[in-house]
């Protein structure tokens, strides 16, 4: 069964430094997407990507997160200048739609640790 | 905010139907009702999703209210490994994006 997949799976920064969380979408999915959860908390939105577009993007998706499809196969999520609170699990997931109907698949995570 | 309530956590011994419920009083009539699971340190996983009828699938069985404003979750025979949150979601109307609750953490008895 196709599958989001994500590197790595574990990560630790000092903060300040610069962070790329790499996915590889479902291969004929079109739009993308970054999510987040910090330790015990809910799941976040942090951005949708379609078209080599953001389409959507939420308050904590601030200056220093961008997200870039490099090639047909990679989506990537690159905090700038990592700070504490930006320690949590990030999950990537793909879709074929948009619509209400269209299931959204999700990535194993890659947990982000800034020290 | 989520569109969706539900309850905490719920119980369940092993082997034995479990249901979780859901409220969507907010429903739109084009919203479908997505229900995925988090096992700890993983990604959200999808379990099923619906509109109207209710739907089956190789992990388990929706059922939806008539008006829709509800649905339950129905695992069949609960084993250790469906021990997890369990999430309703309705997509946003405007951005799609999904709004995560809090869920139902699912503890299963041996």
């Known amino acids: 069964e196709p599958e989001v997949t994500q590197t790595p799976s574990h990560q630790v920064t000092q903060m300040g430094q610069e962070v790329i969380l790499r996915c590889v979408p479902i291969?004929?999915?079109?739009?993308f997407y970054w999510y987040r959860q910090i330790l015990g908390q809910k799941v976040e939105f942090l951005v949708s990507?379609?078209?080599?577009?953001?389409?959507?993007k939420s308050e904590i998706f601030d200056d220093q997160f961008s997200v870039e499809r490099p090639d047909g196969s990679n989506f990537t999520l690159k905090i700038r200048s990592t700070k504490l609170e930006d320690s949590a699990m990030y999950f990537c997931?793909?879709?074929f739609g948009e619509g209400s109907g269209n299931t959204i698949y999700f990535g194993e995570g890659s947990w982000l640790t800034v020290v | 905010d989520a569109k969706t309530t539900q309850p905490n956590s719920m119980e369940s011994n092993e082997e034995e139907p479990v249901h979780l419920p859901c409220n969507h009083s907010?429903?739109?009539?084009?919203?479908?009702i997505h229900w995925y699971r988090q096992l700890p340190s993983q990604g959200p996983e999808y379990v099923i999703h619906?509109?109207?009828s209710n739907v089956n699938n190789r992990m388990a069985s929706l059922a939806i209210a008539e008006d829709r404003k509800s649905s339950t979750l129905i695992l069949h025979r609960a084993t250790l490994r469906d021990a997890a949150v369990y999430y309703c979601?309705?997509?946003?109307?405007?951005?799609?994006?999904?709004?995560f609750g809090t869920g139902t953490r699912l503890k299963v008895l041996a």
């Open positions: 907010t429903i739109s009539g084009t919203d479908y």
């Open positions: 990507f379609y078209n080599n577009e953001i389409s959507e």
């Open positions: 291969s004929n999915h079109l739009y």
């Open positions: 619906g509109l109207t």
């Open positions: 979601i309705l997509r946003d109307v405007v951005t799609y994006k999904y709004i």
């Open positions: 997931a793909s879709s």
